[in-house]
């Protein structure tokens, strides 16, 4: 089953075309990584499905309902949480009420309900709690709830993140090169986890990632992007052998490194690189 | 001159750090050349000739001389810290006095050439008689050479052992406190019928001598006592929970001194602390929209506006009342008009961020103040001449103690405590978290699920409702309601406030409104320089506590928690999936 379609979704900034004419889908359940040179739009296409942008033209749609013209936080109440390539913290709450403000709309407490203390929003308030402590122990926080979002270190900081994303129950996470500034250590445990948000949650995963080891190792499909729009699209061993990829991201005479860069994490092994007309779907 | 410096002399390789070069005196000159400009401007700009008027201790030193003085010694303790050895201190200090002295000689001087009165006001030749004690240019010498004593001395003191500094220091400064708040301190003694001892203590507006000694001496024993018996270490050596219960005495007696305080200041106190204790109510309610939400909202008095005319429409007994019904019938409708304004007024322009927003809702403050006063309006709320003859929300004869702004007082403090639950209630729930991430980053609030909109205009509206509730106070304080009431430095006080006092803290707001609203109610002499003062304290917050004076534990939490973050934090390597969800 199809959870996120976009049909020639365009995002345009004045002359410069961002995003242009994408067809997309996510199956239901799946780990789909979206990749590409830098500056080929990755992000701009996550602004555009978790409403950071009003797209230019065409249409997505989150499990049949078309999403493109609402709001943020509808479009979260939906389903759709998103992580942000430089951590977006709000740095002067704690790691808790990070996780907290996340589950925000799953809450029903109203203003009046909470300043006469009824016993409905205690109730609500303390299964929120509850709540957190859990996701906070599950991201490997535990412990640190009472700290200031900005006093983590980094890397607690990105699983904070996370949590925080998780809080709202997500069926689509969209993460937004989660292993940005991470030692292998700390991206093999990061690709381990969410591969395991999906097994154990069955959280659809769309991913934006440089790490090639971890595009390679958890996606199930790749769509390549280069300026704005889709060059290729396929499962890694495709993607591995795809030679307009490999030129778009590495220009040409670069292949090998992507091979090197692939190079076991790909169950079905390394095409050569500079195969001619290996499938782009 | 202490052991240390006598054998330890300028340069001498006994010192603990012989490779490190001695004192840099181009330093020392520029701290005294930067207290010298402080000195020229506070005589020019009026602060020293003004307060010299006001005696500190009768017949011994007015405040005027205590500003200029402390121009100066400031500059000789900011020296000494830049020099090694005591000797070198003292000389550092003393240079630095020196400069700063010389600058106000030099202002004399020129004085004496040239007629600064011209462009400076306040360049008078009482200025200069008061510098020269009286010598005139013959006594130009006087403040560098005053410049050299105090700087030396400030010096000196800042090098003596902290056990004899600490009392020293604080001695001095509790009675230039006793002393400026002298006619406060003095009232509650008149009305207790003790005029022996408050005449023994103090003169009209300062303190005697007796009284200055007296002050000295209880504050020196007192601290001496203090440290002897290790008051503080024996606190702090207690279990929490002791400590915890050790501060539920010390609230009662705050809030009992709270609560009779009126009683004991008579008339004048009383308008004062009504005064402050309404600013402390409308502080809470726009901590809810600045402090929480982060919505920089200077339009508050377009709300209070619709708060004080409602009561003046509903209760007044004058010519354009309405209704003629008790103030306690007007409050929540008042309330209720504000908080639809505000709904009318948040809704086009609440996804404004930031600054913009500032300037958008400091228009409408203006624009109800022009409509307040002007002809459209006139027949219903009377243009300039305003609605009069507000009676007073209790209605007692006035020879009882709740007759003046003593009741006023006793309101705003209940509904003050009212708000102040309300926003501590909320914060700790649903809402208060998402007006907190709406003030820590907007974009991502909505993108967690928070409706901006929605969670925006409850902040705004809440906060324009207790506007309106210190509108309606304000007009039952006044007993009349005029567009100059109306004035944009309403606004400006409360947003003052909550940000000097400390961005969603409760004691913060009440500390804030007792620095920024009562005292310049308590001195006059302030008045001229009221802004000068705001704006000073506003730029020095900034500066060097932007948390506010006193912050709410979670911004105190920023400050203390490095301390403890990084050992703990060190040890932890738990991989990201352990600890899985079950």
Redesign the interface.
């Known amino acids: 089953m199809t959870l996120l379609v976009t049909r020639a979704v365009t995002k345009r900034f004045g002359g410069l075309l961002a995003v242009n004419k994408l067809d997309f889908e996510v199956d239901q359940g799946a780990i789909v990584s979206v990749i590409g040179p830098n500056g080929a739009g990755k992000t701009t296409f996550f602004n555009c499905i978790?409403?950071?942008y009003s797209i230019t033209a065409g249409e997505i749609e989150l499990d049949g309902q078309p999403i493109h013209k609402l709001?943020?936080?509808q479009?979260?109440?939906l389903g759709v949480?998103?992580t942000?390539q430089n951590i977006?913290?709000?740095?002067?709450?704690?790691a808790m009420?990070n996780i907290?403000?996340?589950q925000?709309?799953h809450?029903k407490?109203t203003?009046i309900g909470?300043?006469l203390?009824t016993r409905s929003?205690k109730d609500?308030?303390k299964r929120?709690q509850e709540e957190a402590g859990?996701l906070l122990?599950?991201?490997?926080?535990?412990?640190?709830g009472?700290?200031?979002a900005?006093?983590?270190?980094y890397g607690?900081q990105r699983?904070l993140e996370i949590a925080?994303?998780l809080?709202?129950k997500p069926r689509l996470l969209l993460l937004d090169e989660p292993t940005a500034g991470m030692n292998p250590a700390?991206t093999s445990?990061?690709t381990?986890?969410i591969r395991?948000l999906r097994d154990?949650?069955g959280i659809t995963i769309l991913l934006i990632e440089h790490e090639m080891r971890v595009v390679m190792g958890i996606s199930e499909r790749i769509t390549v992007l280069d300026y704005g729009e889709k060059i290729a699209e396929g499962n890694p061993a495709e993607i591995q052998s795809n030679p307009r990829v490999i030129e778009a991201y590495l220009g040409r005479g670069g292949a090998a490194d992507l091979g090197i860069a692939a190079g076991g994490a790909s169950a079905a092994g390394v095409t050569n690189p500079g195969d001619p007309g290996a499938p782009t779907v | 001159m202490t052991a240390d410096a006598v054998a330890a002399p300028v340069g001498s390789t006994t010192d603990v750090a012989p490779t490190e070069s001695s004192t840099d005196w181009r330093d020392i000159a520029k701290i005294g050349l930067i207290g010298g400009a402080v000195a020229i401007y506070l005589c020019l700009v009026g602060i020293v000739p003004v307060f010299h008027a006001r005696q500190l201790i009768a017949g011994v030193i007015t405040l005027g001389q205590v500003a200029l003085f402390g121009s100066m010694a400031i500059p000789g303790a900011f020296a000494a810290r830049k020099a090694r050895t005591t000797r070198e201190a003292v000389i550092a200090g003393g240079a630095a006095g020196l400069i700063t002295g010389g600058a106000v000689t030099l202002l004399v001087l020129v004085g004496s050439v040239i007629d600064l009165r011209a462009m400076f006001l306040n360049a008078s030749p009482e200025l200069y008689s008061m510098l020269t004690m009286g010598l005139g240019v013959a006594g130009a010498w006087i403040p560098a050479v005053e410049g050299l004593v105090l700087g030396a001395l400030a010096a000196g003191i800042g090098r003596l052992p902290d056990h004899i500094r600490s009392p020293l220091v604080r001695g001095l400064f509790a009675i230039l406190i006793v002393g400026l708040f002298a006619g406060l301190l003095r009232a509650p003694l008149m009305s207790a019928g003790l005029f022996q001892v408050a005449r023994l203590l103090f003169t009209g507006d300062g303190l005697t001598v007796t009284g200055a000694v007296l002050v000295f001496a209880v504050v020196v024993i007192g601290r001496v006592l203090r440290q002897r018996v290790g008051v503080a270490a024996r606190v702090a050596a207690l279990p929490v929970e002791r400590r915890e219960q050790l501060r539920i005495p010390a609230i009662a007696v705050l809030i009992g001194i709270i609560l009779v305080l009126p009683l004991l200041l008579g008339p004048f106190f009383a308008q004062v602390i009504a005064l402050v204790a309404l600013y402390v109510l409308m502080g809470f309610g726009l901590n809810i929209t600045l402090g929480l939400a982060g919505l920089l909202d200077l339009g508050f008095v377009a709300f209070f506006a619709v708060g004080a005319y409602t009561v003046g429409l509903f209760t007044s007994l004058a010519e354009y009342g309405l209704l003629d019904v008790p103030f306690w019938v007007a409050l929540p409708f008042a309330m209720l008009f504000a908080a639809i304004f505000g709904a009318i007024l948040g809704l086009p322009i609440l996804s404004i961020r930031g600054d913009y927003l500032a300037i958008a809702t400091l228009g409408f403050g203006e624009i109800i103040r022009i409509l307040a006063g002007s002809n459209l309006l006139l027949p219903l709320l009377g243009g300039p001449r305003g609605i009069i003859n507000i009676p007073k929300p209790i209605d007692v004869p006035s020879t009882s103690f709740l007759a003046g702004p003593v009741q006023i007082y006793y309101i705003a403090l209940v509904f003050g405590a009212v708000v102040a639950?309300?926003a501590w209630?909320?914060r700790?729930?649903?809402?208060?978290?998402?007006w907190?991430?709406i003030r820590?980053?907007e974009?991502?609030?909505?993108?967690?699920?928070?409706?901006?909109i929605q969670t925006k205009l409850?902040a705004y509206i809440?906060g324009a409702a207790f506007a309106g509730l210190g509108g309606a106070i304000f007009a039952g304080l006044v007993g009349s309601i005029f567009p100059s009431s109306i004035n944009l430095f309403v606004s400006i006080n409360v947003a003052a406030i909550v940000i000097v006092g400390g961005m969603g803290s409760i004691p913060g707001i009440v500390l804030g409104a007792l620095f920024l609203i009562g005292i310049p109610e308590l001195f006059r002499e302030f008045t001229d320089y009221r802004f000068l003062f705001y704006g000073a304290a506003l730029i020095g917050m900034m500066l060097y506590r932007p948390e506010g004076i006193w912050p709410s534990s979670?911004?105190r939490?920023?400050l203390h928690?490095?301390d403890e973050?990084p050992a703990?934090?060190a040890g932890d390597t738990?991989?990201?999936?352990?600890?899985?969800?079950s």
């Open positions: 978790a409403g950071f709001r943020r936080d479009i979260a109440h949480s998103r942000y977006r913290l709000f740095a002067n709450m704690t009420e907290l403000v996340g925000h709309h809450l407490s203003w909470t300043v203390g929003v609500d308030e929120a859990r122990r599950y991201v490997g926080l535990r412990g640190k009472d700290l200031l900005s006093k983590l270190p607690d699983r925080r994303a809080a709202n700390e445990q990061l381990e986890f395991n154990e949650l | 639950f309300l209630r909320l700790a729930g649903r809402i208060g978290r998402a907190v991430a820590e980053d974009d991502v609030a909505e993108a967690v699920g928070v409706n901006l409850l809440l979670i911004a939490r920023e928690v490095g973050a703990m934090i738990t991989p990201i999936t352990r600890g899985g969800m």
